[in-house]
């Protein structure tokens, strides 16, 4: 069974537009999620981050918002560039599994 | 650039064969974690090692074993190798249990 869910395969944006990811979670142990960006033949790259204790964190055009209740997360990026067309990974840590478990990833590409 | 170097960055084999990945982790990391990203199965968590020792588990086959050196990096033996493992091998690694930086990467290709 899937923990993370990343439902959107791919995602096209206007550049200079707002990019928003989705991330669906299951397993109400998570307690600190991450958002990872990975170009094709290179390893992740880390984004942005966010403790369960917060539902915002903002890191320059990134900002994750986290619904406990929902246990729902997204990534909201503004504006969005050219260089943002890559895969984006959601990630989670802690209910019990000790390393990331990674949602399929979401292709954004991001149009002039 | 993340700071975790891994090498070789590709490597052809054979069915049956058996072949060893490198890690060197950030300055100061002293946990490594490997993560293989398959096609159909995502990346996915293999083995953590925490300065020195196996810490935790993940979908790793007991073909494949780890270890981590006095110096903190890393290498992962994958044996008896099947078309199936044919993927891309990454290692994290962080400081504690925070966030992880990944490597490049080992592209594996079994023929």
């Known amino acids: 069974d899937q923990q993370v869910k990343q439902n959107s395969p791919s995602l096209s944006v206007q550049e200079g537009r707002i990019s928003i990811l989705n991330c669906d979670y299951t397993?109400?142990?998570?307690?600190?999620f991450l958002w990872y960006k990975k170009y094709p033949a290179e390893g992740p790259t880390f984004l942005i981050s966010i403790s369960s204790i917060k539902d915002k964190n903002e890191d320059g055009r990134f900002t994750v918002f986290l619904n406990k209740s929902a246990k729902h997360l997204s990534l909201h990026i503004v504006p969005s560039q050219p260089g943002d067309s890559a895969v984006y990974f959601c990630a989670a840590l802690g209910g019990g599994a000790d390393g990331l478990t990674f949602g399929k990833g979401t292709h954004l590409i991001i149009q002039p | 650039d993340s700071g975790v170097t891994q090498t070789p960055k590709h490597l052809i084999t054979a069915t049956g064969q058996r072949v060893t990945l490198r890690c060197s982790p950030r300055?100061?990391?002293?946990?490594v974690y490997w993560y293989q990203q398959s096609l159909d199965q995502g990346l996915q968590f293999l083995i953590q090692?925490?300065?020195?020792?196996?810490?935790a588990k993940g979908n790793i086959l007991e073909r494949f074993s780890a270890q981590q050196f006095p110096d903190l990096h890393s290498e992962l033996n994958l044996s008896s190798l099947e078309l199936g493992d044919s993927a891309l091998y990454f290692c994290?690694?962080?400081?504690?249990?925070?966030?992880?930086?990944f490597g490049p990467g080992t592209r594996l290709t079994v023929l």
């Open positions: 090692y925490y300065n020195g020792e196996e810490r």
């Open positions: 300055s100061g990391d002293l946990s």
């Open positions: 397993n109400s142990m998570f307690d600190y």
């Open positions: 994290a690694t962080t400081r504690v249990t925070d966030t992880q930086y």
